[in-house]
Antibody, heavy 121, light 113 residues
Framework: EVQLLESGGGSVQPGGSLRLSCAAS????????MSWVRQAPGKGLEWVSG????????NYADSVKGRFTISRDNAKKTLHLQMSSLRGEDTAVYFC??????????????WGQGTLVTVSS | DIVMTQSPDSLAVSLGERATINCKSS????????????LAWYQQKPGQPPKLLIY???TRESGVPDRFSGSGSGTDFTLTISSLQAEDVATYYC?????????FGGGTKVEIK
């Protein structure tokens, strides 16, 4: 069974930093692209960032480009999202998602339960 | 960026009746080289993460009931629930994976009339 377990969420002041992690199990992690998708309270889904299976290609939403960095450790089956210069509009539940498809052109067949990030003074 | 527009924002359907959700992309998501539409549909119930229903616009994910079907091509797509069940109450999202940034529609909330 595919499992994605996020951690690292919490409350942070504007301008602060957080590092999210996602521990994957139940599939060959190094064979799949991975992404982070977020959902602000009461709002829809927003793709944040994605990384290909090897880690060779990383993509970001314009809203986080230059502030967030995605990375992966295939040996540890772990996905990370380093978030800096956080803003109020980054407040959301962040989902770790497993991608299917070609390279970065992914749809998402498995989702974690999400971790809440709250940015507030 | 490809903008995904869903309609309606919400709809109420009687049990056993058909529910139809529309999704329109601002650009074509049909990739000519493989003749596939890079479009997926998800279901999200309150307090839960989204669940994949359909990919390639019309391919049902394993385990998804056959009352869910996807259709359309190019820029216009439809998710149909042929006979609404109580457990189908949820918000539904379309997503394009034709180009980065990957984008979702705003969601359609389905309720029981």
């Amino acid at each position: 069974e595919v499992q994605l377990l996020e951690s690292g969420g919490g409350s942070v002041q504007p301008g602060g930093s957080l590092r999210l992690s996602c521990a994957a199990s139940g599939f060959i992690f190094s064979n799949y692209g991975m992404s982070w998708v977020r959902q602000a309270p009461g709002k829809g889904l927003e793709w944040v960032s994605g990384i290909t299976d090897s880690g060779g290609t990383k993509n970001y939403a314009d809203s986080v480009k230059g502030r967030f960095t995605i990375s992966r450790d295939n040996a540890k089956k772990t996905l990370h999202l380093q978030m800096s210069s956080l803003r109020g509009e980054d407040t959301a539940v962040y989902f770790c998602v497993k991608g299917l498809g070609n390279g970065w052109a992914n749809w998402f067949d498995a989702w974690g339960q999400g971790t809440l990030v709250t940015v507030s003074s | 960026d490809i903008v995904m527009t869903q309609s309606p924002d919400s709809l109420a359907v009687s049990l056993g009746e058909r529910a139809t959700i529309n999704c329109k992309s601002s650009q074509n998501v049909l990739y000519n080289s493989d003749n596939k539409n890079y479009l997926a549909w998800y279901q999200q119930k309150p307090g839960q993460p989204p669940k994949l229903l359909i990919y390639w616009a019309s391919t049902r994910e394993s385990g998804v009931p056959d009352r869910f079907s996807g259709s359309g091509s190019g820029t216009d797509f439809t998710l149909t629930i042929s006979s609404l069940q109580a457990e189908d109450v949820a918000t539904y999202y379309c997503q394009q994976y034709y180009s980065v940034p990957l984008t979702f529609g705003g969601g359609t909330k389905v309720e029981i009339k």
